[in-house]
């Protein structure tokens, strides 16, 4: 028999107005042993300022609820915003392992995606719990539900809602990740499932990346016609060569009504070093926003002049939008940012 597949449905930008957003607590130790406490904490600070804006769904084992309640209602959230659901899951990054949500073109009604995750190929191993959660949220909020067996987290692509998709070749057809499919089956299932029509590849992604090189680190869209593409300005940095040729790249790509894109360019952070660690070079950037109603989440790394750069341009993006900055030092230590540990469910 075979399984039905999404007819007429579409992948909704991140811009889009928004249900909710869903994070995936820290709740085991050993997915963050060093940053453990201080991950509760930063979530905490997270949860209380999208509560503010919108609904947050939490993915969290039950033992653990009282204490969330606690953590957002000690940063001044909105308690009644907020959803906890008995999920345990395996590791936080929720844009990765959670639904990925597709919307009907003419009845808007809002359904379900779920990929097969194998925690980047593989690194970080065991994710069971990780991978089910698509299913356990199309459950809770009784919402159709399409399967697919590509390996897919949700970091790796990036929509403007108008059947525009970017990726990178060093995720979806990597040999960790999707060993048997080539890079048509790969498009092909993209456009069945996500009902996009252009897949736009880039080779690879930003240094210190665990997920090879995903998408939503180096360009966003901001509209349907504008996008955020990340510069490095020197050319002795290991990302100058790959954010060149991806900037390069964008100059090709056409709005929806057959005009440039605009693209505004944004510098990197400096990098980060860290000594004694497993990234040698944290994946920080400024990309890795998180877009809510009327506001955007910005993280920042402790570096004045750079941090005050990219919230001014991130502003200019997103007017009638609030701008809030997160300092993501301790999110960017164990592989990313404010985007990465939260999945937006449209409206």
């Not at 453990?36 to 905490?44: A, M, N, P």
């Not at 356990?136 to 790796?156: N, P, Q, Y």
Request: hydrophobic share 40%; net charge negative; proline share 6%.
């Amino acid at each position: 028999m075979s399984k039905p597949l999404p007819q007429n449905y579409r992948l909704p930008a991140e811009f889009e107005t928004q249900e909710a957003i869903w994070l995936s607590w820290p709740s085991n130790k050993e997915s963050c042993p060093k940053t453990f406490h201080r991950l509760q904490d930063k979530f905490g600070e997270i949860a209380a300022l999208i509560s503010r804006y919108e609904r947050v769904r939490i993915n969290a084992p039950m033992l653990s609820h009282m204490n969330i309640r606690l953590s957002i209602a000690d940063n001044e959230g909105d308690l009644s915003q907020v959803d906890l659901y008995e999920h345990p899951t395996n590791d936080v990054w929720c844009r990765d392992h959670g639904p990925i949500f597709i919307k009907h073109n003419e009845t808007g009604k809002v359904a379900i995606t779920d990929w097969q995750f194998n925690a980047w190929g593989g690194k970080f191993p065991p994710f069971d719990l990780d991978n089910g959660i698509p299913e356990k949220a199309a459950a809770v909020l009784k919402m159709e539900r399409f399967t697919s067996d590509l390996i897919l987290e949700g970091g790796a692509i990036e929509t403007n809602g108008k059947g525009i998709l970017l990726t990178t070749e060093n995720v979806l057809l990597n040999k960790n990740r999707n060993p048997d499919w080539s890079k048509a089956d790969v498009e092909k299932e993209l456009k069945t499932m996500l009902g996009v029509n252009e897949i736009v590849w880039f080779k690879k992604g930003i240094e210190g990346d665990d997920t090879d090189g995903h998408v939503d680190d180096i360009v966003r869209f901001i509209r349907d016609d504008a996008l955020i593409c990340m510069v490095e300005p020197k050319e002795n940095d290991p990302n100058f060569r790959t954010l060149k040729e991806i900037r390069e790249r964008l100059d090709d790509l056409r709005a929806p009504d057959g005009g440039k894109m605009e693209i505004i360019e944004i510098e990197m952070p400096l990098g980060i070093e860290v000594k004694d660690w497993r990234l040698s070079r944290l994946p920080a950037s400024y990309a890795n926003f998180l877009i809510v109603n009327n506001a955007v989440l910005v993280p920042i790394f402790g570096q004045k002049k750079r941090d005050a750069q990219a919230e001014d341009k991130i502003a200019e993006c997103f007017p009638g939008r609030e701008i809030i900055s997160i300092t993501a030092k301790d999110l960017v230590m164990e592989g990313g940012a404010l985007h990465c540990i939260a999945m937006h469910e449209p409206k």
